[in-house]
């Protein structure tokens, strides 16, 4: 087990590095980085050379690397262009409020469709199985932004129970994390009882009823653990893409999380709150995959050993 | 044999719904295994051996549907319980499988599904369960069985893992054990030990087996009797040595030609003319007629019926065969 956790540590720093490399190049890919943020304005040939040596900008390559990994291993991802604060910290005040959001629509979406895919697939074909799965279809469909404006609609507009935008308490937290819940929510449900149904036509499963379990051992114990491993695996893509920032989400309720900021960030050219924005929300998707690896461990012996 | 035997079966049938109409798995099967017994259930794949035993057991699941007369030690087992039938399943009558490797939970210890055996019978929940965990794997001659309980199925080689499963069908000490092909998956060198072990078990524990197979050089082996099964069907049940004397069903003629045999010189081996019927659409009269040498006109129009010769024979045949 431990030398697997080993392995598994090391390659998520090797990509965490990966990650930002290509990150600090992805800046020079788009072209000058000077020119690029001084577009639109009047410039001369002078204010362009003076803002590349200030950022830093008219020394080779290499060396700007070696600056930004040396300065990156110390939590400095350079200052925002418009206000001048360190990027990281701009952006690690609005994390907070991205992984507020992402925690409360991911237990929302697990604690709803966990039970309508056990059920779904218990009662495989059933009136209560077409239906849900039905919703689950039409819940996977729908656009996030008309989602979101008609739970504005319904339970701001016309039952008053939520407000419409902004932060705050849980209050405000409840519409975004629902509308952000929604296409989780439907997916897991079909994974979880896809899943279910894959393993309960598997030779196990016939050998632990032969063997005289009881069905609801057969079912919770057997089934459910081994179901378990490919939902685990979308469970924790879905919550890192919420962790990178759920932008339209954000957007129809004001909520101020990292998406929102960083999309800010891309119209002002402020490169260095990208980056921050980018290599922040990479390392907490990294760190959750290792999470994930982890628990893959934990629950199948065949990875644990192999 | 003249005791009551243990498992009495009569005219089971097991159907599934498809789109295509109602397929019947096994239709009209009896046959009966007495104390100690080994029996060999024999025939081509998809002939209804192994949806016969699940039926046995009560496992065939929705949609399909099955009905007939079991009776297991003097119970008729259609009217038992659910509960009831759960305690007899891996307590009186156990199953091991074709493929040890999917058979066993992959994600938890062999330890931990043994000791399900003992903590799903009431009856057998006596005394410590590692303990008697670990007897089960001595039973099946598994080395340092303690530590072995701690190991996952895939730490296990495939004679070994069926050694697994057959020490857990043997904890609840069952009067029988079905075994579905349990040498098919295995290396050819672990399969002897494990008709040995079988061979063993009914000598020391009085177990009787049935023996799902498609090979019948294993029944010739291992089994008191064989029942031949062809399309849902069952068309000869003898004692082993007269049927591999004297074949008196067609099929099962067949299959004995299909064989390689020791010290029969023979430039190539026969084969059964034509595939199994379409269980959707069966022929009228006879299921074999078609693929029948000896079919005449009667046998295109008249079902024959499994009829008894009085010797402990049994053939479903309008022109049986006399010995060779």
């Known amino acids: ?306 | 044999m003249r005791e009551p035997p243990l498992l009495e079966v009569e005219d089971l049938r097991v159907e599934f719904p498809t789109p295509k109409g109602s397929v019947r798995a096994a239709d009209g099967v009896s046959f009966r295994v007495w104390p100690s017994e080994i029996v060999g259930l024999v025939g081509e794949s998809g002939c209804g051996k192994s949806v016969t035993t699940l039926a046995l057991m009560r496992l065939v699941r929705p949609p399909g549907r099955f009905s007939g007369r079991i009776v297991f030690k003097g119970r008729n087992l259609m009217a038992l319980s659910e509960h009831e039938m759960r305690l007899l399943r891996g307590g009186e009558m156990a199953m091991i499988f074709q493929n040890p490797m999917t058979a066993l939970d992959p994600v938890f210890t062999v330890g931990d599904q043994i000791a399900e055996v003992f903590q799903s019978h009431p009856q057998l929940r006596t005394g410590d369960v590692r303990t008697a965990a670990a007897a089960v794997l001595e039973q099946v001659r598994i080395p340092n069985p303690r530590a072995q309980l701690n190991a996952y199925p895939h730490q296990f080689s495939g004679g070994m893992a069926q050694r697994v499963m057959i020490g857990m069908g043997l904890a609840g000490r069952p009067s029988l054990l079905i075994a579905d092909e349990p040498t098919t998956a295995l290396d050819v060198s672990v399969q002897a030990q494990i008709l040995d072990l079988l061979r063993a078990i009914r000598e020391k524990l009085h177990t009787a087996v049935i023996l799902i197979t498609h090979d019948l050089a294993i029944t010739a082996q291992l089994c008191d009797r064989i029942v031949v099964m062809y399309a849902g069907q069952v068309v000869e049940a003898s004692p082993t040595r007269e049927l591999f004397r004297a074949p008196r069903h067609p099929y099962t003629r067949g299959l004995l030609d299909s064989m390689p045999r020791l010290g029969h010189k023979r430039a190539r081996l026969e084969q059964i003319p034509g595939q199994p019927p379409d269980l959707r659409a069966l022929p009228v009269g006879c299921r074999f007629a078609p693929r029948c040498p000896r079919a005449e006109e009667r046998c295109r129009t008249e079902e024959p019926v499994l009829v008894s010769s009085g010797d402990g024979r049994y053939v479903r045949c309008h022109f049986p065969l006399e010995a060779r």
């Open chain 1, 1 to 306: 087990m431990w030398r697997y956790v080993r392995r598994r540590l090391v390659l998520a720093v090797l990509t965490f590095w990966a990650v930002s490399t290509i990150v600090w190049g992805l800046l020079y890919l788009t072209g000058d980085p000077v020119a690029i943020l001084l577009a639109g304005t009047p410039a001369g040939q002078t204010d362009v050379e003076q803002l590349r040596h200030a950022l830093g900008f008219d020394r080779p390559l290499p060396i700007q690397y070696l600056h930004f990994l040396s300065a990156a291993v110390q939590g400095d991802l350079g200052n925002s262009l418009r206000s001048g604060e360190p990027a990281l910290l701009l952006v690690s005040r609005r994390v907070g409020f991205t992984v507020q959001l992402a925690l409360l629509a991911m237990t929302l979406a697990l604690v709803v469709s966990i039970p309508v895919g056990i059920v779904s697939a218990m009662f495989r074909g059933s009136l209560t199985d077409r239906t849900l799965m039905l919703l689950s279809m039409v819940g996977q469909s729908m656009p996030i932004f008309w989602v979101g404006l008609l739970m504005i609609a319904v339970f701001a507009v016309e039952l008053r129970w939520f407000p419409a935008g902004g932060a705050g308490g849980i209050k405000y937290l409840f519409l975004p994390a629902a509308t952000l819940a929604l296409y989780p929510m439907a997916r897991i449900a079909r994974l979880v009882r896809s899943s279910l149904l894959d393993v309960l036509n598997r030779d196990y499963i016939l050998a632990a009823r032969a063997r005289g379990l009881r069905e609801a051992l057969v079912v919770g114990k057997h089934a459910l653990k081994n179901a378990a491993l490919p939902v685990i695996t979308i469970v924790a893509l879905q919550f890192g893409y919420m962790l990178g920032g759920a932008v339209i989400t954000e957007t129809i309720f004001g909520w101020p999380g990292v998406g929102l900021f960083t999309v800010t960030a891309i119209h002002e050219r402020d490169f260095p709150v990208v980056q921050a924005a980018v290599v922040l929300a990479s390392g907490m998707f990294i760190a959750l995959n290792f999470l994930v690896d982890l628990l893959y461990g934990w629950l199948d012996p065949r990875i644990r050993f192999s």
